[in-house]
């Protein structure tokens, strides 16, 4: 996702959303009768629990565009339990009317007013904790502009991103902690257990891709060192003395 053209505004828009208070919770994994899937490595004091409908939401989304990218904001609750700072995220909400093409996603004035319009109306109680956006077919990463993105419009205690790519059905989820963008280890997914069958079903054909981030961070780091370097100007070659001046 790419601020619009007119970035100032664009941050007065996002600071409008809820500031999130972090009230102390029981932990969700304490709860009796709560399904707990893993998807990845969960655990720590990142602690990021996924409702199965905001998953099937949020991939369902995904899904529909394999040619550019798409996104969405996440809705739910951060709070503080006797583990660590926990989040849920417990609807995904598709971003309409953006300007996308295969490497970026904008969310323009009329995402954000639509965005704003629907969490007044329907979801008047609801906090935005994060957002999502895909990389059709070239992995699940943080670039440059995207780590900007959370840091700076979505870097608020237990606050997350999360980047899907829709070909190869791999995700990966990011957190703000302290200010700063980390790779989450891995989130559970939650639900009734009527949806136990379904939430393994789901979850199994998906591939949990931190490793691929960590390849693809070094790849652009060393990128942009060898671009400093090449960037850098050369000393001028000295002239070649003619044969009369040797």
Request: with cysteine; net charge negative; aromatic share 8%.
């Amino acid at each position: 996702m790419t601020p619009s053209d007119n970035s100032a505004e664009l941050e007065i828009e996002l600071e409008q959303a809820p500031a999130v208070e972090l009230v102390e919770r029981p932990d969700p994994a304490d709860e009796e009768g709560q399904l707990l899937l893993k998807l990845g490595q969960p655990g720590g004091q990142q602690r990021v629990f996924v409702a199965y409908a905001c998953l099937k939401q949020m991939l369902a989304h995904t899904q529909r565009n394999l040619d550019g990218e798409i996104g969405g904001i996440l809705l739910g609750r951060v709070f503080r339990s006797d583990k660590g700072v926990v989040t849920i995220l417990a609807e995904a909400v598709a971003a309409a009317r953006t300007n996308a093409g295969l490497g970026h996603v904008t969310f323009s004035h009329e995402t954000w007013a639509d965005l704003y319009q629907y969490l007044e109306s329907l979801a008047p109680d609801a906090d935005i904790v994060g957002w999502y956006h895909t990389h059709p077919g070239f992995g699940v990463f943080f670039s440059s502009q995207d780590r900007f993105i959370q840091e700076n419009f979505f870097g608020g205690p237990g606050q997350v991103g999360i980047v899907v790519d829709p070909v190869a059905d791999s995700v990966l989820l990011f957190v703000s902690h302290e200010g700063e963008t980390a790779t989450c280890d891995g989130f559970w997914v939650t639900g009734a257990e009527e949806n136990v069958a379904a939430a393994r079903q789901l979850i199994a054909k998906l591939a949990y891709a931190k490793q691929e981030a960590a390849r693809r961070g070094w790849l652009e780091s060393w990128s942009q060192r060898l671009q400093g370097a090449l960037g850098r100007k050369q000393p001028a070659e000295q002239p070649v003395a003619d044969d009369e001046e040797a």
